[in-house]
Structures are given as structure tokens and as C-alpha cells.
């Protein structure tokens, strides 16, 4: 039987506003806020079958994954919900059986294959399902712009420039193309640019979208995926333009970038102007040092 939840809910107030302060750094935070890029649906539903988060939901709803999601989100502590619009086919990823048990296992996982990916010529750059870049399914926002509670706030997803490039090409055809094919690099950096900003003009008519929080894996422990003056030029110009987008909309700039980023920093803060970073790991940085 579900363990009720009642003596979880009074432990913390959901508050956006409070959440956006803290991020422009406006005055002393009330309290610790959380902000988490996303958690695993089986940790969810882990959660769900312990609490009964979602027990009062119904799951015939056509709407059931939405309301869940908010459910699920104020019950873990977090005062947004994030929402994407723009993924790109990256192809079938090289599959193995998962050797982990208990509660939350996959059952497998999936890795992107790092030899090739779907864009490897100008020829299957000319055939990929590009999206028009004009045509969006704006279902899903509509729906959150009348039915979020007045104490959340939407949180825009996005920005996936460093990680498209590897996805799409293949990590090592990547490091080989950047010297053999600079070109067509190029070309497929210009183009996720083009639909990045195109998805994030959509999302940021939402009155209800306040964050931005691009997702962008750009390094290792030791150092980048592919060299600063390449970041600069293929990865951090992309971000540029998407922070001068949510700017101008009023939302804040937030970054998820794993590795170790220590060569391009200082342009995440003066250049590309990110509001807050995440995430940090120590065994790159200590975060007592």
C-alpha cells in the first residue's frame, strides 16, 4: 500500500518567483532551491508506487503524462516544468544487456554509436529528415499555458548544439570531419542553430515559460570534446545566440554542460553571458577549492 504523502507536502512551498530570484541573484533566498536537469522515469516511478504520487490521477486521461509530470515535480520539490520542442533523429544506438537489479533497472541500455552517425557525407546531409523549422506541435504548451498552478513556472529545453554534432555525425567521424569535411561540420552546426532559435521562438511566447536551461554535453574529465577554438566557434556562437533570444525575453540563461570546461569559461561568462551553470563534478573541480 502507497505510503501517504501528507507529511511531505507541507515541507517546502513551491515558488517560481522565488526560484527566478534566486537564479538573477536578487536579495537572500527564503530557503534552498532545487532545480534538477531531469530524473529517471524509473526513479519516478519508483517514487510513485512508494508515495502514490499520482494515485489521485486518471490514467485514461488524454492529458495523464502532463498532469503527471506536474504531480510528480511538486511532490519532488521543483517549482518548474521543463519542456522541449525540437528533437533531431540521431539514428539506432548500439544496444547491451543492462547487469544491474532491483527496483529501478532498465532491463538494458542504449549508447549512440561513437564510430558513425546518420550525417556523414553531403549526400546524407541533403537526405536526413530535417525539420521545416516552421511547423510545431504546439499541443502540449497550450495546454500548460492554461493549466499550470500560479506558483510554477515552465522551464524552455533546448540548445543541444556540441551534442547534435556528435549525435549526428558520430563522435570520432566528428574529430576527423573538423580537419577533412570542415564544410559540412559547418553546414550541420548552421543548421541546428537555424532550428534551435526557430524552436525557441515558439516556446518563448509563453507567458508561462520564465527559464531557459539549455542541455549541452561538451566535455570528459580532462578536457573538451573537440578543441576550444572549435567550441568557440561551432558550440559557444549557438549558445550566444540562444541566451540573446531568452534575454530578450526576460528568462534567464541556465547551462548543463557536463566535462571539464575549464578552457572556455571565461567565454560562458563574458561572451556567450550564461546566468547560472550546471552541473559539478568534483573529481574536475573541487567545489571546496
Not at 527496483?103 to 549512440?112: A, P, T, V, Y
Not at 558520430?170 to 561540420?185: F, H, I, K, M, S
Given at each position: 500500500m502507497p505510503i501517504s504523502i501528507a507529511s511531505f507536502e507541507a515541507t517546502q512551498r513551491i515558488d517560481a518567483d522565488g526560484l527566478i530570484r534566486n537564479l538573477r541573484r536578487e536579495g537572500t533566498p527564503d530557503r534552498v532551491y532545487h532545480i534538477e536537469l531531469f530524473q529517471d522515469r524509473e526513479i519516478e516511478d519508483a517514487a510513485d508506487r512508494r508515495y502514490g504520487v499520482t494515485a489521485h490521477l486518471k490514467r485514461g486521461d488524454p492529458h495523464y503524462e502532463k498532469r503527471r509530470a506536474i504531480a510528480m515535480q511538486r511532490f519532488l520539490g521543483y517549482d518548474f516544468v521543463g519542456i522541449g520542442m525540437l528533437s533531431l533523429?540521431?539514428?539506432?544506438?548500439?544496444?547491451?544487456?543492462?547487469?544491474?537489479?532491483?527496483?529501478?533497472?532498465?532491463?538494458?541500455?542504449?549508447?549512440?554509436?561513437?564510430s558513425k552517425g546518420v550525417i556523414t557525407s553531403w549526400e546524407e546531409f541533403e537526405r536526413y529528415p530535417w525539420p521545416d523549422g516552421k511547423t510545431w506541435d504546439t499541443r502540449d504548451l497550450e495546454w500548460f499555458d492554461a493549466n499550470l498552478p500560479d506558483d510554477m513556472c515552465l522551464l524552455g529545453r533546448g540548445g543541444h548544439f556540441c551534442e547534435y554534432l556528435c549525435w549526428l555525425m558520430?563522435?570520432?567521424?566528428?574529430?576527423?570531419?573538423?580537419?577533412?569535411?570542415?564544410?559540412?561540420?559547418?553546414?550541420?552546426a548552421r543548421r541546428v542553430l537555424e532550428l534551435e532559435l526557430a524552436a525557441a521562438r515558439v516556446l518563448l511566447q509563453s507567458k508561462?515559460?520564465?527559464?531557459?536551461?539549455?542541455?549541452?554535453?561538451?566535455?570528459?574529465?580532462?578536457?573538451?570534446?573537440?578543441?576550444?577554438?572549435?567550441?568557440?566557434?561551432?558550440?559557444?556562437?549557438?549558445?550566444?545566440?540562444?541566451?540573446?533570444?531568452?534575454?530578450?525575453?526576460?528568462?534567464?540563461?541556465?547551462?548543463?554542460?557536463?566535462?571539464?570546461?575549464?578552457?572556455?569559461?571565461?567565454?560562458?561568462?563574458?561572451?556567450?553571458?550564461?546566468?547560472?551553470?550546471?552541473?559539478?563534478?568534483?573529481?574536475?573541480?573541487?567545489?571546496?577549492?
Open positions: 533523429p540521431t539514428g539506432g544506438g548500439q544496444r547491451t544487456a543492462d547487469t544491474t537489479a532491483g527496483d529501478q533497472s532498465k532491463g538494458e541500455r542504449g549508447w549512440i554509436n561513437e558520430g563522435y570520432e567521424t566528428l574529430c576527423y570531419a573538423l580537419y577533412e569535411q570542415r564544410d559540412l561540420v559547418e553546414a550541420i508561462r515559460l520564465r527559464i531557459w536551461w539549455a542541455s549541452d554535453d561538451m566535455g570528459f574529465a580532462t578536457g573538451l570534446m573537440i578543441g576550444p577554438d572549435d567550441t568557440r566557434a561551432l558550440v559557444l556562437s549557438g549558445h550566444k545566440a540562444l541566451a540573446e533570444r531568452a534575454h530578450a525575453a526576460g528568462c534567464p540563461y541556465l547551462l548543463h554542460a557536463c566535462g571539464n570546461r575549464r578552457d572556455v569559461i571565461e567565454d560562458m561568462i563574458t561572451d556567450t553571458r550564461i546566468d547560472a551553470m550546471h552541473s559539478w563534478e568534483d573529481k574536475i573541480e573541487s567545489i571546496l577549492d
